[in-house]
């Protein structure tokens, strides 16, 4: 168990430091590759994920994927909370070293750049707000992004790294325009909560009502349907 929980510690932590330190490139400023892009973006994230999987096998590294995991029998109930646990201060650590690696950055960007972008580094957050269509596509998007997971696991393990990488790349560019694909609460949770510890200046508002009802709840509804269709229509 105590292996497991670490697994589900260090993934998350790595896949967080992979995904805040491309969008740190792409807004603070005098970084290497600053106004990289949203591509630029996307890619590092599916290849940071396929890294993650390479090195600690089947983990979770996402609470929504656990949920579903506990509802197909796939790990005990008895260790969804631990999972969760390990996995949102994965993402609480994994943001505080990015933040400590980009600290001069961070420096260098203050008065500079808009405090939501700086904001949005660290959490996921719609240009336009509407609550209950941001739940929806997060819901949507997070019932297609388990059950392709399940999928790939079940006809090909041995792709499974490669395999979501190019899930993750495609949902992204795909649909992830309108929320900024979540998927997973201890990707904005855990960030988000380091935001608000961290001494960034001039902060925006943190939204903790955004992050807590959308991304917050949506994908342990997209988990529960990827789980019963998983079962009920794939039959694995």
């Known amino acids: 168990m105590l292996h497991h929980l670490l697994s589900e510690f260090m993934g998350t932590a790595l896949m967080i430091m992979f995904g805040l330190g491309v969008h740190c490139d792409d807004v603070l400023k005098k970084t290497k590759y600053a106004g990289s892009g949203h591509l630029f973006a996307i890619t590092t994230w599916a290849f940071g994920i396929t890294v993650v999987l390479f090195i600690f096998g089947g983990v979770c590294i996402n609470p929504a994927m656990a949920l579903a995991q506990a509802i197909l029998g796939m790990i005990p109930w008895s260790y969804f909370v631990p999972y969760v646990i390990a996995e949102m201060l994965g993402g609480l650590v994994g943001a505080i070293i990015i933040y400590i690696m980009y ?13 939501i972008a700086i904001r949005n580094i660290f959490s996921t957050n719609p ?5 209950p269509r941001n739940y929806f596509v997060e819901t949507v998007a997070t019932f297609i992004f388990l059950t392709t ?12 790294p490669i395999g979501v990488g190019l899930l993750v790349w495609a949902i992204g ?64």
Not at 103 to 115: L, N
Not at 173 to 199: K, S, V, Y
């Open 173 to 236: 560019m795909g649909l992830g325009g309108t929320t900024g694909f979540a998927m997973n609460q201890a990707r904005d949770l855990g960030p988000r909560m380091a935001f608000q510890l961290l001494p960034i200046k001039n902060k925006a508002n943190n939204d903790w009502q955004y992050g807590l009802i959308v991304p917050g709840t949506a994908p342990f509804v997209g988990a529960a349907l990827a789980a019963m269709f998983v079962k009920g229509f794939l039959k694995f």
């Open 149 to 160: 997971i399940l999928a790939i696991a079940h006809n090909a393990e041995s792709m499974l």
């Open 127 to 131: 240009n336009l707000r509407n609550l």
């Open 103 to 115: 600290a001069d950055h961070f420096k260098a960007s203050e008065g500079e750049v808009d405090p």
